[in-house]
T-cell receptor
């Protein structure tokens, strides 16, 4: 049971390049999330998907787009990367209405030069 | 709006000392959930505990214990007899009661260093 899998683990981009971060979960969870973590800060929610076919903005959505491809997969796209988007990105999933926690992926460390 | 404050940015203790990490939260909701996560140097997030707003019982799990006090909007975390392996960043987080998705609001974290 892999849990939440994120790819890639590391990436360096140049300003203006585009990129898609991939996330997949194998726990049959309905809800999926993308967070970013900047140095000295907690995680901040970028976008989330309450269920397949729906997506909503979180606290810091500007500069990002998401796609809930199916129940398992939730991708995050940077259309035109900016240095301010240098961060560690975490994907998470949860079965919202049941007791438990969010399950987090191991993170993607993204640097934009 | 929800807010979580972890006023202690960094704490250093010597092994075997007890240490308490503070967490203060703000929310207008009457039903909510509180969490603690551990982030070791390797970077992953490790779930430690989830507590709902109706359950104010303190919880103990091995060397870990949590003190939830609604009257002071606090959810503090104590490590007893700390060990070097406890060195990590610890995050407190808050979410509303889920209707569909549960979105977490994180504090800024407390860096705990346990010295041998």
């Amino acid at each position: 049971n892999a849990g939440v899998t994120q790819t890639p683990k590391f990436q360096v981009l140049k300003t203006g390049q585009s990129m898609t971060l991939q996330c997949a979960q194998d726990m049959n969870h309905n809800s999926m999330y993308w967070y970013r973590q900047d140095p000295g800060m907690g995680l901040r929610l970028i976008y989330y998907s309450a269920s397949e076919g729906t997506t909503d903005k979180g606290e810091v959505p500007n500069g990002y787009n998401v796609s809930r491809l199916n129940k398992r997969e939730f991708s995050l796209r940077l259309e035109s990367a900016a240095p301010s988007q240098t961060s560690v990105y975490f994907c998470a999933s949860s079965e919202a209405l049941r007791a438990g926690s969010e399950d987090f992926g191991d993170g993607t460390r993204l640097s934009i030069l | 709006a929800q807010k979580v404050t972890q006023a202690q940015t960094e704490i250093s203790v010597v092994e075997k000392e007890d240490v308490t990490l503070d967490c203060v939260y703000e929310t207008r909701d009457t039903t909510y959930y509180l969490f603690w996560y551990k982030q070791p140097p390797s970077g992953e997030l490790v779930f430690l505990i989830r507590r709902n707003s109706f359950d104010e019982q303190n919880e103990i799990s091995g060397r870990y214990s949590w003190n939830f006090q609604k009257s002071t909007s606090s959810f503090n975390f104590t490590i007893t007899a700390s060990q070097v392996v406890d060195s990590a960043v610890y995050f407190c987080a808050l979410s509303e009661a889920p209707s569909s998705a549960r979105q977490l609001t994180f504090g800024s974290g407390t860096q705990l260093t346990v010295l041998p």
